[in-house]
T-cell receptor
């Protein structure tokens, strides 16, 4: 079956503009995660969804960042008033959560965001 | 706060060598530890997942070990091949604290033919 897909693959935007990044998880996966990979910062957790609710938003760096998930499937990460430090690769992952301790997170190819 | 460190940051070896990548973490209260591979411009591929109660996992030429009490894991790659060239990331999942993974900085591996 299809893996995790993300769109767009690349996004170039001007400082101050809003952007939306999309993630389509593996069909049937109830858990969805957003991570950010910045040069020099490594991979950092942003937010986790279980179904449509987000029990853990602890990684969102500021109130300019928000995310939603609808229908227990597609998720959108929105960054408002983008800043140059938001430039990074945004990765989405999903997992089945059928076996809580053993679930593997499957990652999408990421969206490379460049803020000019 | 959990911190994950990977050593070395970069490694270059000739084809055929056996090699070991190291991962250490500061908080031993983990559910599991995963090793991932990342190719340039691509997402992460899960290689091995070790539960906190396990000592090691094997898949083909890969063997990952876990010493939870000392906060260490190693990824052993046997008979390395040029196709193994990638960045290898380890990540720990915290015990009973949500499902987020905390990643190390990665080891960039180059296997020369």
């Amino acid at each position: 079956g299809a893996g995790v897909s993300q769109s767009p693959s690349n996004k170039v935007t001007e400082k101050g503009k809003d952007v939306e990044l999309r993630c389509d998880p593996i069909s049937g996966h109830t858990a969805l995660y957003w991570y950010r990979q910045s040069l020099g910062q490594g991979l950092e957790f942003l937010i986790y969804f279980q179904g449509n609710s987000a029990p853990d938003k602890s990684g969102l760096p500021s109130d300019r960042f928000s995310a939603e998930r609808t229908g227990g499937s597609v998720s959108t990460l929105t960054i408002q008033r983008t800043q140059q430090e938001d430039s990074a690769v945004y990765l989405c992952a999903s997992s089945s959560q059928r076996a809580y301790r053993t679930d593997t997170q499957y990652f999408g190819p990421g969206t490379r965001l460049t803020v000019l | 706060k959990q911190e994950v460190t990977q050593i070395p940051a970069a490694l270059s070896v000739p084809e055929g060598e056996n090699l070991v990548l190291n991962c250490s973490f500061t908080d031993s209260a983990i559910y599991n530890l995963q090793w991932f591979r990342q190719d340039p411009g691509k997402g992460l591929t899960s290689l091995l997942l070790i539960q906190s109660s396990q000592r090691e996992q094997t898949s083909g030429r890969l063997n990952a070990s876990l010493d939870k009490s000392s906060g260490r894991s190693t990824l052993y790659i046997a008979a390395s091949q040029p196709g193994d060239s990638a960045t290898y990331l380890c990540a720990v999942r915290r015990d009973n604290a949500g499902n987020m993974l905390t990643f190390g900085g990665g080891t960039r591996l180059m296997v020369k033919p």
